[in-house]
């Protein structure tokens, strides 16, 4: 037993401006997945407290949401993102002790956030419908983009408040009003961060956080008050969320997961590759949907860049992620763990040959964490299961290829398009493989980037939708077409005109 260990914290559901408890009194507990001991106690929701939440932000859409000015409710978000960057620390502290990220990937990301919320903030008033040039040139057709109501917001724990507001503020400056479950591994943030939208001003009632596992999900997609449904998380549970809404004839906006392809060529900066395939997939412990888990590399350079990342692996610094030396946390959770350690036998089983690592990791004075080490493999078949599923672990794949139409075929050889990168010094081909690639984002030169005025998303089966972008408060709106007619002639509708 860790005798440094703090008491687990008790958190209740934000509903209507409100610290709410369960109706039926059921809680779970997270664990920080570093020491193994317990985070903290959260609500698990029953449908009559998503109902609640519900309720509440209808109640606030319909109410004082609706009645603020664009530019007000702009002003608003942008209140909430400078509060969100003052409280980054306390934040990105919670986040780490829940989900094993290191400290400075989520002090990083509870900061950007604020550059998300100017961005939206900033949009809320350039929410522009267009007149329509009629061949009817007596009538005056318009349109009108409206915001659709109550949006549920469903989000994963690789990167809890980034995710959310990724979510929320289009959402938001769109004119709608939120309720967020987030995942039951790291409750905690979205708690917070609508204390803060309040403590800026933002109306009670217009986000609201509901906790809990799957089956607080579940009564959030069918509860017949929630106008469209975004859903950050696996393709599995994106599936099936995407089946439910169906049921109610309501949309999805997904962001699922991927199997993202990072392409060496033998010309690319190698010391500039090392680096970016390193971040691709071991930063986060390949916890993030972008990991660029398949490798590619040319067969002039393979055996080189295979040898330098094989060195690296191993030199990688395992530790307590709110340590400022270390490199790699553990993974976020029990099950996490498992998986990496399965899917990796069954990749051995398939022929694949374990270049490095393959194993958990045991870190002095932390016995209890979920340490896998960061792990290579070689000798992977392009139809193997570890090639086309994702781990969400720290497992990288290597592969060699010789030609360019031979490692595009690779890598759009899976169901999944969500990210790729690729390395080269030659421009044509750069552009020519961009052009190729069936991925919702291309990276030159570079990997895991990411901005709030750049579109992000996936194809195929890595999602529906895009967050980020002026294209992101679409997806969020619906448009009315309005017709007046102006003349006052009489419209016999049994005398047809030509
Ligand atoms: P998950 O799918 O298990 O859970 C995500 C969220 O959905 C959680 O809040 C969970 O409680 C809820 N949920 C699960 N099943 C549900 C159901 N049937 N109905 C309603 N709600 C349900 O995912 P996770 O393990 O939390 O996160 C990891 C996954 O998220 C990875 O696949 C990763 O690639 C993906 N991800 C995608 C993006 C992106 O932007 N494309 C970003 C981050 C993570």
Known sequence: ???????????????????????????????????????????????????????????????????????????????????????????????????????????????????????????????????????RTSVLNYTVNEPL??????????????????????????????????????????IEL??????????AGVINVVTGGRAAGEALVDHPAVAKVSFTGSDGAGRAIAARAGQRLVSCMLELGGKSANIVFDDADLDQVEAGVLAGIFAAAGQTCIAGSRAYFQKGIYDRLVGRLIERANKIKLGDPLKADTQMGPVATAAQLAKDESMVARAVEDGAKVLVGGQRRRVEGLDDGFFYAPTILGNTKPDAFIMQNEVF??????????????VLALANGTRFGLAAGLWTADLRRAHLMARGLQAGTVWINTYRAMAFNSPFGGFKNSGIGRLNGAEAIQSFLQTKSVWCELSRDVQDPFVLKA
């Open 393 to 406: 672990g720290p497992v990288l794949c290597v592969t060699p290829f010789e030609s360019e139409e031979e």
């Open 149 to 190: 109501g109550v949006v549920a917001a469903i989000i994963p724990w690789n990167s809890p408040t980034f995710l959310t507001i990724m979510t929320v503020a289009p959402a938001l400056a769109a004119g709608n009003t939120v309720v967020i479950k987030p995942s039951e591994v790291t409750s905690a943030s979205a």
């Open 194 to 203: 609508a204390r803060l939208a309040e403590q800026a001003g933002i109306p």
């Open 1 to 135: 037993m860790n005798i440094n260990a703090k008491p687990a914290r008790r958190f209740a559901n934000h509903v209507n401006g409100q610290d709410q408890d369960g109706r039926q009194g059921e809680t779970f507990e997270s664990i920080n997945p570093t020491t193994g001991a317990a985070f903290g106690r959260f609500v698990e929701s029953s449908p009559a407290d998503v109902d609640a939440a519900v309720q509440a932000a209808r109640a606030a859409f319909d109410g004082p949401w609706r009645k603020l000015s664009p530019t007000r409710r702009g002003r608003l978000l942008m209140r909430w993102g400078d509060l969100i960057a003052d409280n980054a620390e306390k934040i990105a502290t919670i986040e780490t002790e829940q989900n094993g990220k290191l400290i400075a990937e989520m002090r990083i990301q509870a900061r950007l956030v604020q550059d998300w919320l100017y961005y939206f903030g900033g949009l809320a008033d350039k929410i522009e419908g267009r007149v329509v040039p009629l061949d």
